[in-house]
Every structure is written in structure tokens, then in C-alpha cells.
């Protein structure tokens, strides 16, 4: 596994492989020749997608030239601590229903294993879903929560930071009033648009500035290219 000085965080705002392809190539290409990553596409479970899941990510490797790298999909969180984690070179935590999700991490105890494996330098790609449960907390989103699900916290990886995905002009209003509301602040990535958090250095990345609330609501466009301090 990486030294902490090289731990980073990747987030997605959503998107296909095309439209995240950016952010993709940054993460796909800090993996060492014929590295290893754990690949999480559990938020698809119960969606007819879940089971091609990992053929879609054999897709995206091959999309980035990258058929050296292996992946391993992970099913049951349960089999994974900490120790296991350390074998492998990065971790892709895919979208779908952030809800369930974030249960499914929390109740496996996978949670504390991922915490454990950033802190020691272990860098950690979240698209959509799995970037908004790395931020403080997780109901920035629209996914229906069929489980009932009351906490809200994320992982708060994020410092104070939330993260809302899939962002378009016409939510401007939604987010300050939620940044003001919750009083913290908020990270809204549209597709196409992703950051890269180093030393709590976020770095914009894509074709789409990425929008950042202030608790005040006060709102500030990062261009792609461009960083701020978390």
C-alpha cells in the first residue's frame, strides 16, 4: 500500500465512463503495472445492472488501456478488514442508492477498515454514492430511502465537507439554502467533473467547474484546474 503522504481521495459527480473518463485517468493511472484495486459496486445491489457490474468495469480498464490491473469485486463486506485491505492499491466504491449503501458499509464493520486503510495512505475513489458517503453527511441526494434510514453523517473524510453529485445549474438555490440550513459546507460536482483531494487540497478536474457553498450559502465556482483548501 501507498505511504500516507500519498493517500488521496478521488471524488465523482456521476456520470458514465465517458463523462468521468478525467477523473478516471488520474486514478487508473496512480495504480502501479499490474496493480490491484478492490471495486465496491454494492449501491447497485437489487438493480438489474448489479450483476454486470464488474464487466463494466473490465469495460472502463480497457477504455483506459489499463487490462494490466486486476480487480477484485466485492460482494460480501464482511470478508474485508483492514489487513485485507492493505493488499490492494486503491478502492472503487461505485454509485447507486446512497442509503443503502452507507448501511451495508456501517453494518459489515467495513466502515472502520475503510477509515483505517486512508489514514494509513490508501486512496479511495468515490462515484456518485461513493463519493457523497465519504463527505460530512449524506442526504444531499434524491435517492429513495426504502430502508428508512434516520442517520444522516457520513463518513466526514471530507473535514466539514458534504459532497452533492450529479449537479446542474437549476440547483443553485437548493444547495445554499442547504449549506445554511445544515451550516456547513457543501461540494456540488456535475458529471463530467470530479476532485482530487491530497493534503486537504482539493483539485478540479474535468470539463465543468465544480460549485462550493460556503455555511453562509455564499457560493464560489472552482474551474477545472483550479484547487482549494478543505
Not at 478516471?24 to 465496491?40: A, C, P, Q, T, V
Request: charged residues 20%.
Amino acid at each position: 500500500m501507498q505511504n500516507v503522504k500519498n493517500n488521496r481521495i478521488y471524488l465523482s459527480g456521476g456520470g458514465n465512463e465517458k463523462q468521468s473518463f478525467p477523473l478516471d485517468k488520474f486514478f487508473f493511472s496512480s495504480l502501479s503495472e499490474n496493480g490491484r484495486f478492490l471495486y465496491i459496486p454494492i449501491a447497485l445491489r437489487g438493480h438489474e445492472l448489479y450483476p454486470t457490474a464488474h464487466l463494466w468495469m473490465k469495460s472502463v480498464l480497457e477504455l483506459h488501456n489499463r487490462n494490466d490491473i486486476r480487480f477484485e469485486t466485492a460482494d460480501d463486506l464482511s470478508q474485508y478488514g483492514f489487513e485485507d485491505l492493505k493488499l490492494f492499491n486503491g478502492i472503487y466504491i461505485g454509485g447507486g442508492n446512497t442509503w443503502s449503501l452507507m448501511k451495508e458499509l456501517k453494518d459489515s464493520s467495513f466502515s472502520n477498515a475503510l477509515i483505517q486503510y486512508i489514514q494509513f495512505g490508501g486512496q479511495v475513489y468515490g462515484g456518485s454514492a461513493g463519493a457523497i458517503i465519504l463527505g460530512k453527511r449524506i442526504d444531499t441526494h434524491d435517492d429513495e430511502n426504502k430502508i428508512e434510514m434516520k442517520d444522516v453523517s457520513g463518513f466526514g473524510l471530507l473535514h466539514n465537507y458534504s459532497a452533492a453529485c450529479h449537479f446542474k445549474d437549476d440547483q443553485n438555490d437548493r444547495f445554499s439554502k442547504w449549506a445554511i440550513n445544515n451550516n456547513l459546507p457543501i461540494i456540488c460536482l456535475p458529471e463530467e467533473t470530479g476532485l482530487i483531494i491530497k493534503n486537504d487540497i482539493a483539485s478540479c478536474v474535468g470539463t465543468k467547474p465544480c460549485t462550493v457553498y460556503s455555511s453562509n450559502g455564499i457560493k464560489k465556482d472552482i474551474n477545472p484546474g483550479e484547487s482549494f483548501n478543505l
